[in-house]
């Protein structure tokens, strides 16, 4: 059956701008963002030059994903400190730009700590703000590397859980290259395995409403040359029942102690599926994504977007106080009021691995998670 579908991934040519990268032009150092929401139709960069710039291109996810945010957040400190402004300021707005994903307040926290031991300690602004900029730096370099570590680690379980190779995989939201420092999370994954000829297909969740899945994902798969197909997202109940999801592999924006996931909205729904239908639901991220500071599921905080995205197609991602007409194609009667949360949460006994870059995590037991939180605690401290 997956043969009878249109395989797409025509336009192999690589992504030529990185979705983030700090760079110093004589006027100023600014940050430079891939415009996640021009996206696929055209490869736009965006600058930034001041943490308010970047405070909306993370509200309008310009720049998006939990890695990426996190990366993005550090460096968004060291622009403000390079540029003499408010530190402090700066760092708060950045970590609360979008609440769900643990690691953007992380890496601005990281950048800002950085910039305060310095300045404690040589009292020199200039030193303050490159001792920020290296902290920036390390984490996009490390977020590269467990992206690697990741992918092969999700692939090795891969192949122990479905040892007959030629994988079927189902994917929400995007966890690629456009998240990360290196090659993402779960599409990381599902790449190592195509580098190996074991990718039969990349089944790829459109994402309602920014259609994460069909704008991002599809556009990564393609690039890739990956055999992907799109569907829309309740498509996917047909697609199990007919047999042809193998395993599902999503991101995570935070996972807390007790082993809830919170990601993409629609996760929570792929994972009661996978359940139903037997088939492995992993989840792929970072240690620094595991929150041992969010006790469960109920205590994760889910961002609620505007009411326009629901109610209107190819709105413009400005960010808009919630509720506003958002300039879009209408699909609802004026004045329809729509309930947009942009995560859901998955509970833990419907996960069947976690993924991180030190190993995988299955069964998800209070015992494995009391481990995962302790190393997760160890990472994120000494950073
Ligand atoms: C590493 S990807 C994990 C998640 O960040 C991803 O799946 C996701 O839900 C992103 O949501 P977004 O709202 O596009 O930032």
């Known amino acids: 059956m997956a043969d009878q579908h249109a395989q797409s991934g025509e336009d192999s040519r690589p992504i030529e701008i990185p979705a983030i990268r700090w760079d110093e032009p004589p006027e100023g150092p600014v940050l430079v963002l891939l415009d996640q929401t021009r996206l696929p139709a055209e490869e736009v960069e965006l600058v930034c030059t001041d943490a308010p710039a970047l405070v909306e291109a993370i509200r309008s996810l310009a720049v998006r994903g939990a890695p990426l945010l996190g990366i993005a957040g550090a460096y968004g400190v060291a622009l403000a400190a390079a540029r003499g402004f408010d ?7 950045l970590a609360g730009a979008r609440p769900t994903a643990v690691n953007l307040a992380l890496g601005v926290r990281r950048a800002q700590d950085a910039y305060r031991t310095e300045l404690a300690g040589s009292g020199d602004v200039e030193q303050a703000a490159g001792a920020a900029l290296g902290a920036a730096r390390a984490l996009h370099k490390e977020d590269a590397e467990a992206s690697a570590r990741m992918a092969e680690r999700g692939l ?3 192949d122990e859980l479905l040892p007959g190779g030629g994988h079927r995989i189902l994917t929400h939201c995007n966890s690629g290259a456009l998240v990360s420092g290196g090659e993402g999370t779960a599409f990381a994954v599902a790449l190592a395995a195509q580098r190996v000829g074991r990718l039969r297909r990349l089944w790829v969740d459109e994402t309602r409403p920014l259609l994460q899945g069909a704008r991002l994902t599809a556009y990564e798969a393609a690039r890739n040359g990956m055999a992907y197909t799109l569907l ?3 498509a996917a109940g047909s697609l199990f029942a007919a047999g042809e999801v193998d395993a599902v592999l999503i991101g995570a924006d935070r996972i807390a102690a007790d082993g809830s996931v919170a990601n993409k909205v629609g996760s929570y729904p792929l994972a009661v599926l996978a359940r ?3 088939v492995p639901f992993i989840v792929v991220a970072p240690l620094t ?3 041992e500071g969010t006790a469960d599921g109920a205590s994760i905080e889910v961002e609620q977007r505007p009411g ?3 109610t209107e197609f190819a709105a413009p991602q400005a960010p808009v106080a919630g509720g506003e007409p958002g300039g879009g194609i209408p699909v609802a009667p004026l004045g329809t009021q729509a309930y947009n949360p942009a995560f859901d949460v998955t509970p833990p006994e419907l996960v069947t691995a976690i993924v991180t870059e030190e190993g995988v995590v299955s ?3 209070a015992e494995a998670l009391a481990e995962l939180c302790a190393r997760s605690r ?3 401290q000494s950073l």
Do not use: M
Not at 88 to 93: C, G, L, P
């Open 87 to 93: 530190v402090d300021a700066a760092a708060e707005s």
């Open 156 to 158: 090795a379980l891969l």
């Open 232 to 234: 829309t997202d309740n």
């Open 276 to 278: 139903y239908h037997h």
């Open 289 to 291: 994504t595991v929150d």
């Open 308 to 310: 326009f995205e629901v």
């Open 363 to 365: 069964p998800v037991t």
């Open 378 to 380: 160890q990472v994120t």
